[in-house]
């Protein structure tokens, strides 16, 4: 009998799986527990969406089989069963929808094309301020629409600029909100409000509400938990998942092989329309900072996402000091995006590995498509992270550090400037040029050596005739660095110029 006790246990353990794991033709949210982080990053390598957890419990999708083949299914199946407690949230994710059965306006969610209606919209209505532009175009053949807002044509130039994203993945409703909360402030409050008219008038800012057309429109008008975009795969299955195909340490941990996953990385990074896309906008545009909106979790993530291991301390430091007052502003909770598991090929660590981007991701609300009751005051607290954004990290990672100093001499004006080789170990320089400019508008420069026995330091004089400054230095890659970046510092005031008035 002895040998039947075991036999027992198994079948049991069989029993108890199955009502989560047979025949599942929906996707299911199960709730499992862990005792081994080995096994969650198992899990996330097993190509599973694991969407929320705490320290010894995570939340998952189970993916359906009606959609894919059932090899991934399969294979996050076999992890799960590592996981000795779970359960079942949601028996049929598809049915959380339900609600807009017989709603094809989707209450107060954006359709695709009302999205892109509303960005036209705005265009039509406030063209000096903002104009809609294609940033790629879909398999589908939808056009991956951005709303552009600052000054527009010649005065747009030497502005920062910022970028907000939302639905890489089509089942995450409540992430084109958000960016579509943002581009009304911003177009509806330039009229009325000084504050606004001051940050649309100084920046650039790239609104892109629906990253993945193709798929948010597959879920909203089949009615389905789709992530990943309408890709037909070899296989026959359909989509990869866009924030696993940026091509900045793509093909690691955290990402599927398998075409029929929910995070499918891909044949190749930046194999798709939406992230080829993205890099294609942001070499070309240098963002400043950006975030990108996804569901759920209620978290404020910072790089890196595709390995465990930290970036360097000094940025480290600055990307926790800003999620944390984002967070602030949310009620989230900030942390590095690979605290539980990494995840490679996405989008904050392109936008950051590549293009130096202050980058953000921000998981919103407590699911996918949350109540629509809740939709506003989850668009007003983080429509005002984007202007917090917008506001403080024009320069987020300075390359310089100086102080204007308060007054001047009938010559002119002493400054002192250092390189921040905390942020910029490689930077070197012999001498930094203060440009300055006239009353008379012209421009001119002068050379200020470094400061005996301090290498990264430099000083020197500026002219009393400077009304305004910045420096410049030749980087170890060979570029000019202009800093601060978008703006002069104002010259003091000389003391003839403070007699007279
Ligand atoms: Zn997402």
């Known amino acids: 009998m002895s040998h039947l006790r075991p036999l ?43 969407v929320r957890h705490g320290d010894h419990w995570l939340e998952v999708v189970v993916p359906g ?15 799960l069963s590592r996981f000795d407690k779970q359960e079942v949230l949601v028996k049929n994710l598809d049915s959380l929808l339900d609600q807009f059965q017989g709603r094809p306006d989707l209450g107060v969610y954006h359709t695709v094309k009302e999205a892109h209606d509303e960005l036209a919209a705005y265009a039509k209505q406030y063209p000096q301020i903002c104009r809609v532009e294609s940033i790629g175009k879909t398999f589908e053949g939808r056009d991956i629409e951005a709303l552009v807002v600052g000054p527009q044509g010649a005065k747009a130039a030497g502005k920062p600029k910022f970028m907000f994203c ?14 579509m909360t943002l581009a009304k402030k911003l177009v509806t409050g330039y009229a009325t409000d000084p504050a606004t008219k001051a940050l649309v008038d100084s920046r650039i800012t790239w609104i892109i509400p629906v ?28 989509g990869v998942d866009p924030n696993r195909n940026y091509g900045y340490q793509w093909g690691g941990l955290g990402a599927s092989t398998y075409p029929d996953s929910d995070t499918y990385r891909g044949e190749a990074g930046f194999s798709e329309p939406e992230t080829a896309a993205i890099r294609d906008l942001a070499r070309r545009e240098h963002f400043a900072a950006d975030i990108s ?10 790089p890196w996402s595709y390995s465990d291991d930290h970036i360097d301390a000094a940025h480290e430091t600055l990307y926790k000091k800003f999620a944390t007052d984002m967070a602030a502003i949310n009620g989230y909770t900030a942390e590095k995006s690979s605290d539980l598991y990494a995840s490679s090929g996405d989008f904050d660590d392109f936008m950051f590995g590549d293009t130096k981007a202050c980058s953000f991701t921000i998981e919103l609300a407590q699911t996918f498509v949350p109540a629509e009751s809740e939709v506003p005051d989850i668009c ?60 008379d508008g012209s421009i001119a420069s002068t050379e200020l050596p470094a400061v005996a026995g301090q290498k990264a330091a430099f000083s020197g004089m500026i002219p ?18 202009r800093w601060p ?17």
């Open 293 to 302: 909106f996804h569901s759920y979790s209620e978290l404020v993530f910072w």
């Open 8 to 50: 027992l246990g198994w079948s049991l353990s069989l029993l108890l799986l199955a009502p989560a794991l047979q025949a599942a033709t929906s996707p299911q949210l199960l709730r499992v527990y862990f005792h081994d982080r080995k096994d969650v990053r198992a899990l996330a390598k097993s190509g599973a969406d694991i």
């Open 380 to 439: 007003e607290k983080n429509s005002n992270v984007c202007l917090w954004v917008m506001k403080n990290l024009e320069d987020a990672f300075p390359r310089m550090a100086h102080t204007p100093p308060a007054s001047g001499t009938a010559d002119g004006f002493n400054v002192q400037v250092t390189l921040n080789k905390d942020l910029y170990p490689d930077d070197n320089a012999s001498s930094v040029s203060a440009v300055y400019s006239t009353a």
């Open 464 to 481: 009393a005739k400077a009304k305004a400054y910045h420096f410049e230095y030749k980087a170890s890659d060979g570029q000019t660095v």
């Open 211 to 238: 990253l993945n057309p193709d798929g948010t429109n597959y879920s909203q008008t089949a009615s389905k938990m789709w992530r990943k975009n309408r890709r037909k795969n070899s296989d026959g299955s359909f």
């Open 65 to 79: 089989d009606d959609e894919v083949s059932t090899q991934s299914t399969i294979h996050i199946q076999r992890i």
């Open 166 to 179: 939302g639905a890489h993945h089509s089942r995450e409703w409540i992430s084109v909100e958000v960016p």
């Open 485 to 501: 970046p978008y703006r002069d510092f104002d010259a003091p005031a000389s003391p003839q110029q403070r007699v007279a008035r």
